[in-house]
């Protein structure tokens, strides 16, 4: 048992204990998918107030519409019924830090994590010694960095919007969600 | 505004009208992932007891390891720090009461969502007048259903420990969600 796990099979044994919702339909109560990233500062579920069984989340890094996400998008819709979808991007994301060279570079010298000093990406090299060597696989990797919110929302939206599998009749909207404040914006408000 | 988004709108008024967590880190606290179902009855950080900024939360159709998951994870560990990740699948998922030739099979009929008898799917003909033409895409994408929990939980696993961008020291656990019940299982347990 790790340091992280006791505490998690704590809350969940407290959780379980207190559950009242075993029947649950996997449908969707509200007929809604939320697409955003993995960011550990946003919790989906208590910044839009929703409960168990309200909504499909999926997440990945940046929250961007990745064959991925539109395959899970895909099945949120036709299987299980969803028919109003939320793409959610957020303030000072890792993505927006980063370019896909710089990924697949600082992965080819090791895959320890590397540092940040507020404008450029290092490995550290300190550690050498005890690092896993590195892999030149990153550089066929789309890693979906980005350089604007706004634009990677919009470009977004668009993919999702046009896609050959996706009905136009699925209800789209895009809010930026503000790490600093809480606040989600609409994406047409924000500045 | 929609049904579904004067509520979450309202909510989040509230929400970040409390909020006081601005200041964390993009660094997960716990220096931990989760990659998990998006299925709506599963909350993740309710679950497991996670505050915002203890950990990345990853989420797909199934909660299974695609490439997307594993750009994710790489981001996670690489740029992020995270050095812990649980992967998490669950009862009673869609994506087990499907075979991919099925999924392309009704996507190619129609766009619109199909119906689940408890033992088979079939497009809702009785909506083809109004229904979205299809589309022979499906075909040509991934959809990862699966047959066995314990055997997809057992191959995601390898695939994330085998692979080439992701260094051997991190700590990888397997646990299944009972949707009935709100337990965690471990994944040795679960029969």
Redesign the interface.
Known sequence: M?K??T??????N???KE?D??D?S????????ILTC??????P?????????????????GGRV????I??L????????T??W?LIQHT?C??QK?SDET?AK??EDD????S?NGKS?SNNNAQSENS?PG?K??HK????TFSSLKQSMTEDLKIIKSH??????I?I?GFIYE??????IKIEDYK
Do not use: C
């Open positions: 790790t992280n796990l505490p998690i099979i704590e809350a969940n407290k959780y379980s559950f919702k075993g649950l996997a449908q969707p109560k509200k007929n809604l998918a993995m960011d550990a500062r946003f919790d579920a208590k910044a839009l107030g929703l409960e168990e069984g309200d909504a499909h989340v999926i997440r990945n890094a990745t064959d991925d996400a395959r899970s895909v099945v949120s819709h036709k299987l299980l019924g028919i109003e939320i000072d890792g993505m980063i990924i600082l992965l895959l320890e994590t590397a940040f990406w896993k892999s696989e990153g990797i789309n890693w979906y050959s599998l996706i009905p136009s009749n209800k909207h790490v600093s404040s809480g606040k989600l």
